[in-house]
């Protein structure tokens, strides 16, 4: 950066040295200022931002600087910490307070790498490894764990894991926010291999005490995915992974965790409808009519197609290649909105509703 000549050090950290590493895109990067107070910043033209330890924004990249600190636990949970940050504080340390080693390295403006728990290492041998006992005091960082599993498909150090365990057994994943558990579940489940955030989740414990809703099984891990191999959005995924659950319950653990709503509509539709997609041969123009109602397919066919990529990757995995019931639906919408809604409002003002159903029925029986 240009400017006037300044006593404090810069240097990038975590996730954008890890990718670089790994040669992929680096599209967010964070720094760590080290010998800077929050007067040397605001006089560099920095902008501040953040209530709880000072972060600011570079003046033309508006990239994060935060000033290095360290932290202290001082309540069960995510927010029960005290954060310190000083001129006197060390890169060291800051990179020290850091969750998993290979998101404890920092590189300087002179391009060197500063890598003081051996995160290189742990990257090439595809290996989660955490930075220190410090770990405990965030469960957030369970969850994290879980996900970049799903992200790398690394291995997790057997310390690691146990490290894990212990955390879920003495209380510390009950009292994670559930704002902060949908944010690292959404997350991971759009990771490329989501079927390890459960795996992992249950490995540790932590999925009965976080998700207990969800049953952890082969099949789960199958539908996940495939739902990820074939790009599927979040509700398709969010849908798949509650599939097994009973309606109220998910209904709770969807409340509970603040689930965007359409993630839990289409959870509570494919609750009711999978079943029966499982048996086209038992369809009745009935029972296809009122599906699309369910859907609210005739205003919104978008909402059948979501329900059709849940069943896909419900199905088993030779069924999924075809899946025959999706021409079948596509063709039932397509014959019930062939009748003139128009033309049935006009000869039946009397009953609009009714007679539109039965002239729906009979398109359908007629295929």
């Not at 001082?74 to 800051?94: C, Q, R």
């Not at 500063?114 to 960082?141: I, K, M």
């Not at 759009?190 to 989740?201: D, N, T």
């Not at 059709?308 to 019931?325: G, M, N, T």
């Amino acid at each position: 950066m240009s400017g006037p000549a300044r006593s404090w050090k810069s240097y990038v950290v975590g996730g954008a040295v890890r990718d670089e590493l790994l040669g992929l895109e680096v599209r967010d990067r964070d720094h760590v200022v080290v010998g800077a107070t929050p007067e040397a910043m605001l006089a560099a033209g920095f902008r501040p931002v953040g209530a709880d330890f000072p972060v600011f924004l570079h003046p033309e990249s508006h990239e994060e600087y935060a000033l290095a600190r360290t932290e202290r636990k001082t309540a069960p949970g995510y927010k029960g910490f005290v954060f310190h940050a000083s001129p006197d504080v060390t890169l060291e340390e800051d990179l020290g307070r850091r969750d998993l080693t290979i998101n404890a390295m920092a590189r300087g403006e002179d391009g060197v790498l500063v890598d003081p728990h051996g995160g290189e290492r742990d990257l090439r041998a595809g290996v989660l490894r955490h930075v220190g006992e410090a770990f405990v005091e965030d469960p957030v960082r369970i969850l994290r764990v879980a996900r970049f599993a799903a992200r790398f498909g690394f291995t997790i150090a057997p310390d690691t894991m146990a490290l894990m365990q212990r955390m879920v057994e003495a209380g510390e994943a009950d009292a994670l926010v559930p704002e902060r558990a949908w944010q690292e579940l959404s997350r991971g489940l759009m990771e490329v291999k989501p079927s390890r955030v459960v795996a992992v989740l249950a490995e540790c414990g932590a999925l009965a005490r976080v998700f207990p809703e969800v049953r952890n099984s082969p099949a789960l891990a199958a539908r996940l995915d495939l739902a990820a191999k074939l790009g599927y959005s979040l509700p398709v995924r969010y849908a798949l992974f509650v599939l097994d659950g009973e309606a109220t319950r998910v209904a709770a653990l969807s409340e509970r965790i603040n689930a965007p709503r359409d993630c839990r509509d289409l959870a509570r539709l494919v609750l009711g409808e999978c079943a029966s997609l499982a048996h086209p041969g038992r369809w009745t123009p009935e029972y296809l009519l009122g599906l699309l109602e369910r859907c609210d397919a005739f205003r919104r066919p978008e909402r059948l197609d979501l329900l059709l990529q849940v069943a896909q990757c419900a199905a088993s995995e030779e069924d999924a290649r075809s899946f025959a019931p999706r021409p079948r639906l596509e063709g039932a919408l397509a014959a019930a909105r062939s009748v003139d809604a128009a033309a049935i409002a006009r000869d039946h003002p009397e009953d609009i509703a009714g007679a539109l159903r039965r002239a729906r029925i009979a398109a359908l029986a007629g295929r």
